[in-house]
């Protein structure tokens, strides 16, 4: 495929490893004050009796800790593409208190999107028995390595109730340095990427008719990206729609050097430990985990699927980033 004049992108985005592993402004400590402004604020939406999705913004006030809840949103759409939050005793909690308290803090970063067809707006990520490539399952119910993929919304949340006793780490690669490296070193190869790969949407039961969606998109001079490893593999493999050799090397090239550790960051959520992920600028991929004996200590995260209150400009058959529909 021949190229297309592109230049490089040189935001805050196109990080590597070895340029920002050793700072500390996408990891934010919270302090004394802002775990008290989380505390009253969870008391008040007890006293009213709200379940979690009933909390707005309003229910759930931070007045000093929303100024730095607005920085981290700032740097997850449009710094680094990802923030780490850490300081909240999860110990302290119970799985209702933590989910009020992470809904409500995620109503200053977004808009909650449902995450399956089931109409979940917290996902719990627990091992739930069930393989990939199995009817209708999804790999955060699983145990097993996740390829570096997005998900179908601006934003992924992740909060730690409880880590596994070994595993479960999750990576954040930055997909515009991605786009960076494969301009500088096969240009040729970029073009596929920005072609597409055909696509089935596994969630909805892998019978639609297939279409080709776009690994990146350039718009507006704003760089995207989206990839849904599995359902992109699935459509390749049955031949859905017709796929050359040099895009199936283009997308290897993609996934290679995002799992290329310079490439991406390891972080490994500890209980009551956040991350905020920007699903345009960032990729997250998580390996096998091993659990406690005991079940009650096994690995469960919350997660939440938000949107940002501007939408970002993305061609038009780009990845539908407005969550996945619920079942009637």
Not at 160 to 179: D, M, R, W
Not at 230 to 253: C, F, G, H, N, T
Request: proline letters at 5%; glycine letters at 8%; charged letters at 25%.
């Amino acid at each position: 495929m021949k190229p297309i004049l592109r230049t490089p992108i040189n935001d805050q985005s196109a990080w590597k490893s070895r340029d920002i592993s050793d700072h500390t402004d996408w990891a934010h400590e919270l302090t004394d004050e802002d775990l008290g402004e989380l505390d009253e604020a969870l008391e008040k939406v007890k006293a009213k009796g709200l379940s979690f999705e009933k909390i707005t913004r309003k229910d759930f006030p931070l007045p000093t800790l929303q100024k730095r809840l607005g920085r981290i949103l700032e740097q997850v759409r449009d710094g680094y593409g990802f923030c780490f939050v850490r300081g909240i005793a999860g110990e302290n909690y119970s799985e209702e208190d933590a989910t009020k308290m992470y809904w409500g803090i995620g109503t200053y970063m977004g808009t909650a999107k449902s995450q399956n067809s089931y109409g979940d707006l917290v996902g719990n990520v627990a091992d739930q028995g069930g393989r990939l490539g199995e009817d209708r399952v999804r790999g955060y119910q699983t145990n097993q390595t996740l390829k570096f993929h997005t998900d179908r919304a601006d934003i992924t949340s992740l909060y730690c109730l409880q880590p596994a006793i070994e595993g479960g780490v999750t990576k954040v690669a930055s997909s515009t340095a991605i786009y960076n490296e494969i301009l500088a070193t096969r240009p040729e190869l970029l073009e596929h990427l920005f072609y597409g790969y055909p696509f089935m949407h596994m969630e909805e039961g892998g019978d639609m008719e297939p279409c080709r969606i776009p690994v990146y998109s350039m718009v507006e001079n704003i760089l995207s990206c989206t990839i849904q490893a599995d359902p992109v593999e699935k459509a390749i493999k049955e031949k859905v729609l017709p796929v050359s050799e040099e895009a199936i090397e283009a997308l290897a090239l993609f996934h290679s050097l995002a799992c290329d550790p310079d490439f991406h960051l390891d972080i490994n959520l500890k209980q009551g430990e956040m991350l905020f992920s920007n699903n345009y600028t960032m990729l997250h991929s998580r390996t096998a985990f091993l659990e406690y004996p005991d079940p009650a200590k096994h690995r469960h995260l919350l997660r939440l699927w938000l949107a940002f209150a501007k939408p970002r400009p993305t061609a038009i058959n780009f990845a539908n980033y407005g969550g996945i529909k619920k079942d009637l």
